[in-house]
């Protein structure tokens, strides 16, 4: 293949002297990937850990979740969309594999909602 490509008249897509860092969002969500995943071994776990704590500068706690770096919308200042919301509510309010005590708190906050 390589041969190839030293024939080419087709330019290539992405061209060799290209900058191919790895984007370090898709680097993250491996090491994460890697700590959740039971058929790791201990040492990669352990690994990615470490390049966790060093790169996102906290610590992993015992769940394996980097504290403070990943949170819920509202934590990161971000507000959740209400109508969203309250279709999710309403889909859990008709889906007949919900519980029915789960129905009622979906009943209940949705009133709240409105």
Do not use: C, F, W
Not at 40 to 66: C, F, I, Y
Request: hydrophobic share 25%; no cysteine.
């Amino acid at each position: 293949m390589t041969d190839q490509d030293n024939y080419s008249d087709i330019q290539q897509e992405v061209p060799r002297s290209a900058d191919t860092e790895p984007d370090p969002e898709n680097v993250y969500r491996g090491h994460k990937a890697t700590i959740s995943n039971p058929n790791t071994s201990q040492a990669a776990k352990e690994h990615s850990r470490k390049v966790l704590e060093n790169e996102a500068s906290e610590p992993v706690d015992a769940s394996n979740n980097v504290r403070g770096v990943r949170g819920d919308a509202k934590s990161q200042g971000e507000q959740k969309d209400s109508g969203n919301v309250a279709r999710g509510l309403k889909a859990s309010i008709n889906n007949q594999n919900v519980r029915d005590e789960a129905r009622e708190k979906a009943k209940e906050i949705l009133r709240n909602l409105e």
